[in-house]
C-alpha cells in the first residue's frame, strides 16, 4: 500500500475500527473514521486516540464522505448486505477487514485459528504454550485485543496467535497465517453469509493464500472440513480424537488413541507421546480437538513435548466458556455465555452427566431446538428461558422437559437457586446472542456471575 495513492474510509468506531484508523494515520495514510451509532452507545470509543492522532471522524451515521477515500474497511458487524456496503461496491471501492490491514504492517509469523466453535480457547491455549517456551507472543483479534493494536509492537522473532471470524476472513485479499487452523465447522452466521457454502467458504480464506512451507492444520473428524479442503497448496496436518490414521497417507498429524495424546511426523520420522489425555486439565471432547490442534501448532515451531505438557497440564481455560463460578449447598455454577449457537450449548451438555438446570435463550435467527431434544431429555431437569426467545423456547419444551422463564438474568440465578439440589449443575449455556438484554456475551457472563456470587 502506498500512502501517497491509498486513502481509507473505516465504518465502526468499536476497538479494530480505531487501532486501524491509529495504525493508517501514523504511516502516514488519509483516514475518515465513520460510525452509525452516536458516541453515547460506543463501548470501545477513543476520542483521545482520534483527537491525538488527529484523525477525521464521525458519529451518528454516515454522510457522503466516506466514498472520498478508495478503500473501506468494515467492522464485521456491518452486513454485506448494508445500503453503504452495497454502494461502495458500485462505485468499485475495495472493502477489506482490520486483519487483512493489520497482516500487511506484520514482520513476524502468524498462527490463524477459526472454526465454529472453540476458536477463543485453542487461541489462547496455543498463545500459552509459546509464551511459556520464551516467545515474545502476542495473541489478538476476536480475543479481545485488534491485530492492528498490537502490530507496530512486533519484532521478526514475535509469534502472533490471531482468533479470527469468517466475517474477518470475508474481506481479506493478501492474508496468508504461516499456520491456518480450522477446528469444525457447523451452520452458523447464516443470516450474514446467506448461505453455508457461503460461510464455508469464507471460513476456507484462512488457508487460500498459504505455500507449501506453510502448514494447514485441519479436523480429521469433521466430514466437512476434511473434504472441503483437500485441495491447498500448504503442507497438510490433521487431529483426531476417533481414528488412529497413521497407516493411512497422512505425513503429519496429531490423536487421540488409548488413553494417549501423540503426534507424528513421517517426514521427520517422528511418533511421540506427548502426554496422557487424562492429564489434560481442561475437559471435555471439545478441548481434547482444541488441545490437538494447539500441539500441532507448537510443534510445528519445534517447541518441545514437555513444554506442551507442562502448558497442558496447568491450563485453566477461559472466561465465559465452561467457566466454573462457584459451588454453593452442593451446587456447581458454570457459565458458558460464549455458546451463541445451538452446536456450542450442546458441547457443554456434553461435558455434564445430568441434573443440570440449563438457562436458554437471548437473540437468535433459526435455532432448531429438535437437535438437543435427546440430549436435554436425558440430562437437563428444567430449563429457564430468558430473552427475547423465552416464548419459543418454554413453547418448544413444554411438555418434553419442566421449564420456567425469567425477565432478567437475576431473576434467572434466583430462580435455579430455588430449584437446584446438592448435586446438581447450574449451567447458562445460552445457545443465542446477546444483544436483546446485555452489550456482548462478556456482558452476559459477567452478570450471571455477579448474581452466582451473590446467593
Not at 500487511?104 to 480457547?121: D, E, L, Y
Not at 491450563?315 to 466458556?321: N, Q, T
Not at 428444567?382 to 426467545?389: C, D, N, Q, R, Y
Request: proline share 2%.
Amino acid at each position: 500500500m502506498d500512502p501517497d495513492s491509498s486513502s481509507f474510509t473505516i465504518l465502526g468506531a468499536g476497538r479494530s475500527g480505531i487501532a486501524a484508523a491509529a495504525l493508517l494515520k501514523k504511516n502516514g495514510f488519509k483516514v475518515f473514521l465513520s460510525e452509525e451509532f452516536p458516541e453515547e452507545r460506543l463501548k470501545y470509543f477513543r476520542k483521545d486516540i482520534l483527537a491525538d492522532g488527529k484523525i477525521e471522524f464521525e458519529t451518528g451515521g454516515h454522510s457522503d464522505k466516506i466514498f472520498e477515500n478508495d478503500i473501506f474497511i468494515v467492522s464485521p458487524g456491518i452486513s454485506p448486505e448494508s445500503e453503504v456496503i452495497k454502494k461502495a461496491t458500485a462505485l468499485g471501492k475495495k472493502i477489506y477487514s482490520e486483519i487483512e490491514i493489520a497482516f500487511r504492517f506484520c514482520k513476524c509469523p502468524v498462527i490463524a485459528i477459526t472454526g465454529t466453535n472453540g476458536k477463543t480457547t485453542t487461541a489462547v491455549l496455543t498463545g500459552e504454550i509459546f509464551k511459556n517456551a520464551g516467545y515474545d507472543t502476542k495473541v489478538c483479534g476476536n480475543v479481545g485485543v485488534a491485530f492492528s493494536e498490537i502490530v507496530s509492537e512486533l519484532k521478526k522473532d514475535s509469534i502472533v496467535v490471531l482468533e479470527v471470524s469468517s466475517f474477518q476472513l470475508e474481506y481479506t485479499e493478501k492474508f496468508k497465517p504461516e499456520v491456518s487452523v480450522i477446528l469444525n465447522i457447523t451452520p452458523d452466521h447464516i443470516d450474514w453469509h446467506k448461505s453455508f457454502k457461503n460461510y464455508l467458504n469464507a471460513k476456507g480464506k484462512i488457508r487460500e493464500n498459504q505455500m507449501q512451507t506453510d502448514l494447514s492444520v485441519i479436523n480429521f473428524d469433521d466430514r466437512i472440513l476434511k473434504e472441503d479442503l483437500k485441495n491447498t497448496n500448504a503442507d497438510k496436518a490433521y487431529f483426531s480424537i476417533n481414528e488412529d490414521f497413521r497407516e493411512q497417507e497422512i505425513m503429519k498429524g496429531c490423536i487421540s488413541v488409548d488413553g494417549k495424546v501423540i503426534y507424528f511426523d513421517k517426514n521427520k520420522n517422528v511418533n511421540e507421546v506427548i502426554m496422557k489425555t487424562s492429564e489434560i486439565n481442561i475437559r471435555g471432547n471439545h478441548n481434547l480437538y482444541n488441545s490437538l490442534a494447539a500441539v500441532i501448532s507448537a510443534r510445528a515451531f519445534n517447541i518441545k513435548n514437555e513444554l506442551i505438557r507442562d502448558t497442558l497440564i496447568s491450563f485453566k481455560g477461559v472466561e465465559h466458556r465452561i467457566e466454573y463460578v462457584r459451588e454453593l449447598n452442593g451446587v456447581k455454577y458454570y457459565n458458558d455465555s460464549k455458546a451463541t449457537n445451538i452446536d456450542s450449548m450442546l458441547v457443554a451438555l456434553e461435558t455434564f452427566d445430568k441434573n443440570v438446570i440449563l438457562i436458554l435463550g437471548g437473540r437468535e435467527k433459526g435455532n432448531d431446538y429438535s437437535a438437543v431434544d435427546k440430549l436435554i431429555s436425558k440430562k437437563v431437569k428444567l430449563v429457564i428461558a430468558i430473552g427475547e426467545t423465552s416464548k419459543k423456547i418454554t413453547d418448544y419444551f413444554s411438555g418434553k422437559v419442566r421449564c420456567a422463564s425469567a425477565l432478567t438474568m437475576e431473576d434467572a440465578v434466583r430462580i435455579s437457586f430455588e430449584n437446584a439440589d446438592a448435586g446438581d449443575t447450574v449451567l447458562l449455556s445460552p445457545a443465542c446472542k446477546s444483544f436483546d438484554m446485555f452489550d456482548n456475551y462478556e456482558h452476559r457472563g459477567a452478570e450471571y456471575k455477579k448474581f452466582v456470587n451473590k446467593l
